[in-house]
């Protein structure tokens, strides 16, 4: 999981891309870059941290042009403490191509083999955007017949990528000289949202992003989001023309973005972001119904920020108080985010902060969006009952993540997820919470889908069903060889 933006202005976009960056810092923290295009000439920024912190006045300066794009990041494969991981990637042929990816590819393995012996690159990294990136130049570079690029050859470029990697992937591209090239993969597993505005001098201004909050807050026109397979290419005029690339697109994307990764504020193929957590709450409180008395509940409890929605909806629902028990340090990161284990636990308390006066001889129902690892819910119950909770019930908006999550995720490893392996009760006494409650499969996708025309999600990391078809028990076992190693 990544955020990415690129901008089509007609002014300078440095600081609108920063600007976009600070919007899309939950995404990922480990490292940020940004790109910009003056004519042919291409100027780039990018440093390990968060957007605030990689970014000076004099690199601000440096990034001319009036067309550009970013990049936050969150490692799912590289090594995160490495800085030439960091996006975005350059290859000077054909043209010069600059590329931002937000996604992971599953079958690098493959690729890395033909981009060395058939198509002769070189890639300096460990990170699948690289590869992605060299894939994309050498099919662009096959469809030039002469000095000129037309869309024409980019769409029939992005074609082969489509045929040659598989995987989720979301990418925005600068090519010099020419334009923007966006696209996404068959399936639309990550998000990508298009928008425009109206410049002063009457051309539009273009805007691709993984969050429709970054659209709005620059002022733009979400005009809607990127098809599954489509690419988009917007030229230095600042005229747009889209083509579908894939030959049997479907739109089947993440459930894991409107449980914990996208802001609230967001609206990703159709769905808000907000309203689809408030009936996560609606149905986890009929499971919860379903499990215990209400009776024996006296308070219910979000852990913020990103479970407030469904919390709220458990207590309207059940008819129980909710209360707000735990407080969050804002200048601490996304604890699920961080790139390790220890680095996760030790951030916790620092995070959050139980009030004594909202637990001390009650009943509490915690309520988070998710739980993966456990590590950080096992510090929040015990944090309860150092705060004086008699007893602590622990629910989840989502299912037990029991399977790896390959999409863009960083759930590698079964062996690192609490589920894997335990049934509901002793995922209980491993939390030392005296109950625990899942969201069901079906009532989450119902609560993301409702109202909506779409049929699939990817539910991956709960059912073990890999929507592209290509994710084998040999592979999850060499992914996890590979982090282990």
Known sequence: MCGIVGIVSTEPANQQIYDSLLLLQHRGQDSTGIATADGPIFHMTKARGQVREAFRTRDM????????????????????????????????????????????????????????????????????????????????????????????QV????????????????????????????FRDPFGIRPLILGRRTADNGRDEWIVASESLVLESGGYEIVRDVHPGEAIFIGLDGQMISRQCAKNPVLVPCSFEYVYLARPDSIMNGISVYEARLRMGDRLATTIETHMDKGDIDVVMPIPDSSRPAAM??????????????????????????????????????????????????????????????TTSKEIVEMARAAGANKVTFTSAAPPVRFPHVYGINMPSRQELIAYGRKIPEIASELSADHMIYQEVADLQAAITEGTSIEQLDLSCFTGEYVTGTVTDEYLGWVERTQLS
Request: zero cysteines; proline letters at 2%; hydrophobic letters at 35%.
């Open 313 to 374: 909806q458990v207590a309207q629902k059940l008819g129980i108080e909710y209360r707000e028990g735990f407080y969050k340090n804002r200048y601490v990161g996304r604890t699920f985010i961080m790139p390790g284990q220890a680095e996760r636990k030790r951030s916790v308390r620092q995070k959050l902060n139980a009030m004594g006066t909202e637990f001390k001889g009650k009943n509490i129902l915690i309520v988070d969006d998710s739980i993966v690892r456990g």
């Open 61 to 152: 300066r440096s990034l001319i042009g009036n067309m550009g794009l970013g990049h936050v990041r969150y490692a799912t494969k590289g090594a995160a403490e490495r800085e030439e991981e960091a996006q975005p990637f350059y290859v000077n042929a054909p043209y010069g191509i600059t590329l931002v990816h937000n996604g992971n590819l599953t079958n690098t393995r493959e690729l890395s083999e033909d981009l060395f012996r058939i198509d002769r690159r070189h890639v300096n990294s460990t990170s699948d955007t690289e590869m992605l990136l060299n894939v994309l130049a050498t099919e662009l570079q096959g469809q030039i017949t002469g000095l000129d690029l037309d869309p024409d």
């Open 155 to 182: 769409f029939t470029a992005v074609e082969q990528v489509h045929e040659r990697v598989e995987g989720s992937y979301a990418v925005i591209a600068l090519i010099a000289g020419y334009g923007l090239l966006a």
